[in-house]
Nanobody
Framework: QVQLVESGGGLVQPGGSLRLSCIVS????????MGWYRQTPGNQRELVAS???????NYADSVKDRFTVSRDNAKNTVALQMNSLKPEDTAVYYC?????????WGQGTQVTVSS
């Protein structure tokens, strides 16, 4: 059974930084595409950033130049470094893994950007 667990969320002031981590158990992520999504109440889950098994990254326009996604296949983890945070970045952030084993989501971690 593949499980994803996110961590690193919290309350931060505008302009601050947070680093989210997602650790995957039950299967190697080496050949998987990984993504970070976020969702606010009443809205659909949206893609924030993704990284393919080959290391190609993709970002939502709203986070380009502020967020950086990375992966460590040896540790079976994927991270999202978030800098220059804005109140509109407030959301629940989810990690997603897509591989030969299927598609799995984490339980989410709350990020709140507020003064």
């Amino acid at each position: 059974q593949v499980q994803l667990v996110e961590s690193g969320g919290g309350l931060v002031q505008p302009g601050g930084s947070l680093r989210l981590s997602c650790i995957v158990s039950g299967n190697s992520i080496r050949s998987s595409n990984m993504g970070w999504y976020r969702q606010t109440p009443g809205n659909q889950r949206e893609l924030v950033a993704s990284i393919t098994s080959g290391g190609t990254t993709n970002y939502a326009d709203s986070v380009k130049d502020r967020f950086t996604v990375s992966r460590d296949n040896a540790k079976n983890t994927v991270a999202l470094q978030m800098n220059s945070l804005k109140p509109e970045d407030t959301a629940v952030y989810y990690c997603k893994a897509t591989g030969y084993f299927g598609t799995y989501w984490g339980q989410g971690t709350q990020v709140t950007v507020s003064s």
